[in-house]
């Protein structure tokens, strides 16, 4: 091990890298390197470090601008690509190169990876991205329109308390969610950040301020351009992760370009360990792979169909399927029957008593993935809509859609909808979600006030067993794991004023509200 290594930037900032190398390699210039490029510590990771370091690989992580120790200010996303490539450069004038470079990491850790990927050096083999996003704007800051609060709030804790003594670290860690809850409650939300750390932090106003899709702010920091000529990729993401629609598109873009990619997902939160134990042992072979060594070949996918908890492989996503239109019936059933004359469900949406997200992909590990929904079901601002018992097992696996027809009081607002299975004994638990905040000027009402809508919703496989039942929750909210709205249209760090929603849900034969379910054999 080598500690505390300087690298230059182009503009002269240095940051600081451990570097692990296999004691009983005779001869390093042969040595392929697997570089880390994290905020969050250098010591933190060196497990990760150690175990590539064990299995025949040179391991570079070096902590991101302005955390731990390296130079310059900390701006998440803004310097990635210009500290990225100054520092594969570097990589290269080593007296120890090995000529070969592999990339690895989570999250963040990923997102790096994605910010060199738009002109990759030669000596860059193949990178390994987990749970993340090319564009992190779209897929965690402002899913479906709106902003990702809780995730949101709760990095910007973790990152702030980080670099505390051990003891305090851990303090802070206890607690983060009562102090993130009285953050996301505040109003305006331009005033969280100094409830959650005591002072105004400069790109978390900057998040609010440029809340717009297309807002020209993002373009620096949106790496999907990289896609197309990004070295072959291996990802791993989770049916409960935060990133996996977003991820999911960057495997397509990937294979839609002609890139080698192949994607495992499995039944993981986006902190899960056991993501993180696949994502380096797929990562390993996948190096192996593309440094010469002969290894066993797998499908493209690999994906854990959770219910019957097994893994499949199949060639491409989405698996095959028979896409079935599950309709909104009256008394709150769901059925493939066609919808009959019915009157519109109703409830009320309340900003000032926000229907909560209760599990989810969350960030908060602990309100993260699977859990009961008992509580959210029994509240007025939550329509739930079940199935009979399946005669049956049913595996539902790819992407789900809800087409929804909605009647509102309000010109702004939001749709939460949520699959979920029901056990035999009658416990809900949720599967997939999927948020969309209305914006007036992009949805045209029909003659009667009711919005088609189209709401896209995470990904899954999961089978239905014998007598379990199929539900679909509607509501307006789920917070705050996405901000509430308010109602009143007013810049989402701004608002203060709130306005009550009448909502109505339709499902008859000239609104036949449904979820598409993908159906498959796999």
């Not at 990289?226 to 070295?231: K, L, S």
């Not at 977003?246 to 294979?255: E, P």
């Not at 042992?281 to 996948?286: P, T, Y």
């Amino acid at each position: 091990m080598e500690r505390d290594l300087s690298v230059k930037m182009a503009d002269g900032v240095v940051l600081l890298a451990d570097r692990w190398a296999p004691a009983t390699a005779s001869d390093l210039s042969s040595t392929p390197v697997v570089l880390l490029r994290s905020p969050y510590g250098r010591r933190q990771v060196g497990v990760v470090g150690r175990l590539f370091a064990e299995r025949g690989y040179q391991v570079i992580i070096q902590s991101c601008r302005g955390t731990f120790g390296s130079g310059g200010d900390w701006e998440p996303f803004r310097h990635e690509q210009a500290d990225g490539q100054a520092t594969l450069a570097w990589l290269a004038e080593q007296r120890w190169f090995g000529g070969s470079v592999f990339t690895f990491g989570p999250s963040y850790l990923g997102l790096v990876q994605w910010a060199v990927c738009g002109d990759p050096p030669a000596w860059l083999k193949a990178v390994a991205p987990a749970v993340t996003a090319a564009d992190f704007r779209d897929a965690v800051i402002y899913p479906g329109n709106t902003l990702g609060l809780e995730t949101m709030l709760s990095w910007v804790y973790q990152v702030e308390h980080q670099e505390l003594p051990g003891h305090r670290v851990l303090r802070s860690m206890l607690a983060q969610r009562k102090i993130v809850a009285k953050g996301a409650a505040a109003l305006p939300l331009a005033d969280a950040d100094r409830r959650i750390v005591g002072r105004t932090l400069g790109f978390y106003q900057d998040w609010l301020a440029h809340e717009q899709p297309g807002d020209p702010w993002w373009d620096p920091v949106d790496f999907r351009a990289g896609r197309e000529h990004a070295p072959p990729a291996t990802f791993l993401g989770g049916w409960y992760d935060l990133f996996l629609p977003a991820q999911i598109d960057d495997f397509l873009a990937m294979r839609a370009a002609g890139r080698e990619a192949r994607i495992t997902i499995g039944p993981w939160t986006h902190a899960s360990l056991g993501g993180l134990g696949t994502s380096i042992r797929e990562a390993l072979a996948w190096f192996d792979g593309h440094n010469g060594a002969s290894t066993s070949a797998r499908p493209e996918v690999r994906l854990f169909v959770m219910g019957s908890r097994r893994w499949v492989d199949v060639p491409d996503w989405p698996p095959p399927a028979d896409v079935q239109r599950w309709h909104l019936q009256p008394d709150g059933g769901l059925s493939r029957v066609s919808p009959v004359e019915s009157a519109p469900d109703r409830f009320r949406f309340d900003p000032c008593d926000p229907t909560p997200g209760i599990g989810g992909p969350s960030l908060d590990f602990r309100n993260a993935g699977r859990k009961n929904q008992a509580r959210r079901e029994q509240r007025s601002d939550v329509l739930t809509y079940t199935s009979v018992p399946m005669t049956r097992d049913m595996t539902v696996a790819g992407p789900l859609t809800v087409d929804l027809w909605l009647r509102s009081s309000l010109q702004h607002t939001d749709v939460s909808v949520r699959l979920c299975v029901v056990s035999a004994k009658g416990r809900s638990d949720n599967l997939s979600d999927g948020y969309l905040r209305l914006r007036p000027e992009e949805v045209t009402a029909a003659a009667d006030g009711a919005l088609h809508l189209r709401v896209d919703m995470w990904p899954t496989a999961v089978t239905f067993r014998r007598g379990e039942r199929v539900r679909l929750q509607v509501a307006s909210g789920a917070h705050p794991l996405f901000a509430r709205n308010l109602g009143t249209g007013e810049p989402i760090g701004q608002g203060r004023a709130t306005k009550t929603a009448d909502q109505e849900v339709f499902h008859d034969p000239e609104h036949p509200s449904a979820i598409e379910l993908p159906v498959s054999t796999i």
